[in-house]
């Protein structure tokens, strides 16, 4: 997972600065069409009872030198309403809506969300892996 400018800014000052980060309370993911990029540019997917849903992350474990969390449970989005579109990307954000978006990678598995689709994450499939 890439970290966003915004989490990238947050974190170099707290660890670096001594400049004070509250973190969020609640973690969102967010579906993609496109890349969100650092800078928080791509297209969300939007309309068709999609929404945001909430994220736990598990304690941080070392795999292969590198700091990982995994999702602790499932998470299932909405059944589509309407076409979503090609799902490419998703990210994590502080918000249920606009916020910022704290990191972003892409999907191992595109998939086209039609409608009546319900697109869900397994536990342990979100992974994040800091070096």
Not at 92 to 117: E, F, H, K, P
Request: proline residues 4%; charged residues 15%.
């Amino acid at each position: 997972m890439s970290l966003s400018n915004y989490a990238e800014n947050a974190v170099i000052n707290a660890l670096f600065r001594n400049t004070a980060f509250t973190p969020p309370t609640t973690l969102y993911i967010a579906l993609y069409t496109s890349d969100p990029t650092d800078a928080d540019t791509g297209t969300e997917v939007t309309g068709g009872s999609y929404s945001r849903q909430t994220v736990t992350f598990d304690a941080p474990s070392q795999v292969g030198g590198k700091a990982r969390i995994v999702n602790s449970a499932d998470r299932t989005f909405p059944t589509a309403t309407a076409d979503w579109g090609t799902v490419t990307h998703f990210g994590i954000r502080d918000a249920l809506t606009a916020g910022n978006l704290l990191g972003s990678a892409a999907l191992s598995n595109q998939r086209t969300v039609l409608q009546n689709d319900v697109l869900k994450f397994l536990q342990g499939e979100l992974k994040i892996d800091i070096d």
